[in-house]
């Protein structure tokens, strides 16, 4: 019975008036403070300065390639922020090269921010932003000629197709003739600038280029000479025409 009587809820009516009050004025002043707070919208970030690269070293303890790679993944996702999703047009370009730098200077041997450089941040619709990329290539591809080869093809490919600028993509083709001489350089890179050249309608300039490299006997692979032989041989059959 006892046990009873002190489980029994009181009714409403035996709360004290005062009491009352004070609970519905704080329900109102609570109400108001949350109508008085701004809705948070979250915004996207810009793309910082990298640090140097002596400071990503000591903060990787000396493990520069393991911070390349964690730089990379990191720069990729970076259009994907908190509450926010941004396009790869909204980022700042010249930023990105600054990034890409320094991510090549922690792994040397590396070229995967090239890889990104054509194929990521190089195939938007933006044409400015896409030449950043392609003369960013370019300038990599001429500190190591040999080895970057690769990326001014692609780059080249995309001067042509993409931004619709045949002199620039030339350009890149004729650098690739002139300094990409190393043997596991493939010949389609090297002959880029004769197809380039008839697609420009520069036959004779490129038949006159094709007959020196065949009668200069600098060349030695039997699949460059049947490539050349034969397109001496259209290039002759268009300037008759």
Same mark, same amino acid.
């Given at each position: 019975?006892?046990?009873?009587?002190?489980?029994?809820?009181? +009714?409403?009516?035996?709360?004290?008036?005062?009491?009352? @009050?004070?609970?519905? %004025?704080?329900?109102?002043?609570?109400?108001?403070?949350?109508?008085?707070?701004?809705?948070?919208?979250?915004?996207?970030?810009?793309?910082?300065?990298?640090?140097?690269?002596?400071?990503?070293?000591?903060?990787?303890?000396?493990?520069? %390639?393991?911070?390349?790679? @964690?730089?990379?993944?990191?720069?990729?996702?970076?259009?994907?922020?908190?509450?926010?999703?941004?396009?790869?047009?909204?980022?700042?370009?010249?930023?990105?090269?600054?990034?890409? &730098?320094? %991510?090549?200077? @922690? &792994? +040397?041997?590396?070229?995967?921010?090239?890889?990104?450089?054509?194929?990521?941040?190089?195939?938007?619709?933006?044409?400015?932003?896409?030449?950043?990329?392609?003369?960013?290539?370019?300038?990599?591809?001429?500190?190591?000629?040999?080895? =970057?080869?690769?990326?001014?093809?692609?780059?080249?490919?995309?001067?042509?197709?993409? @931004?619709? &600028?045949?002199?620039?993509?030339?350009?890149?083709?004729?650098?690739?003739?002139?300094?990409?001489?190393?043997?596991?350089?493939?010949?389609?890179?090297? &002959?880029? =600038?004769?197809?380039?050249?008839?697609?420009?309608?520069? %036959?004779?300039?490129?038949?006159?280029?094709? !007959?020196?490299?065949?009668?200069? !006997?600098?060349?030695?692979?039997?699949?460059?000479?049947?490539?050349?032989?034969?397109?001496?041989?259209?290039?002759?059959?268009?300037?008759?025409?």
């Amino acid at each position: 019975m006892l046990a009873g009587l002190l489980n029994k809820d009181r +009714p409403l009516r035996d709360v004290p008036v005062s009491i009352s @009050l004070l609970v519905i %004025i704080a329900l109102v002043l609570q109400l108001l403070w949350h109508s008085q707070q701004k809705v948070e919208v979250a915004q996207a970030e810009d793309l910082p300065i990298p640090m140097s690269v002596d400071a990503y070293k000591m903060v990787s303890l000396n493990e520069p %390639i393991t911070m390349s790679k @964690l730089l990379n993944l990191w720069l990729q996702a970076f259009d994907n922020q908190p509450g926010v999703s941004l396009s790869f047009h909204q980022l700042d370009y010249v930023r990105i090269t600054q990034w890409l &730098d320094t %991510i090549m200077e @922690l &792994d +040397p041997r590396g070229s995967y921010p090239l890889l990104v450089a054509a194929r990521v941040y190089g195939r938007i619709s933006d044409k400015h932003k896409q030449r950043l990329m392609m003369d960013y290539i370019y300038k990599k591809f001429n500190e190591e000629p040999n080895r =970057h080869w690769r990326w001014l093809a692609h780059a080249a490919t995309i001067a042509k197709h993409s @931004l619709k &600028d045949m002199p620039l993509a030339l350009e890149y083709a004729r650098a690739l003739n002139e300094k990409a001489t190393a043997k596991n350089v493939p010949y389609w890179a090297r &002959d880029m =600038h004769f197809i380039l050249l008839e697609d420009m309608g520069e %036959i004779e300039t490129a038949k006159v280029l094709v !007959g020196a490299l065949l009668e200069g !006997g600098e060349i030695s692979d039997p699949y460059e000479l049947r490539f050349l032989a034969e397109k001496i041989r259209e290039l002759e059959e268009k300037s008759t025409k």
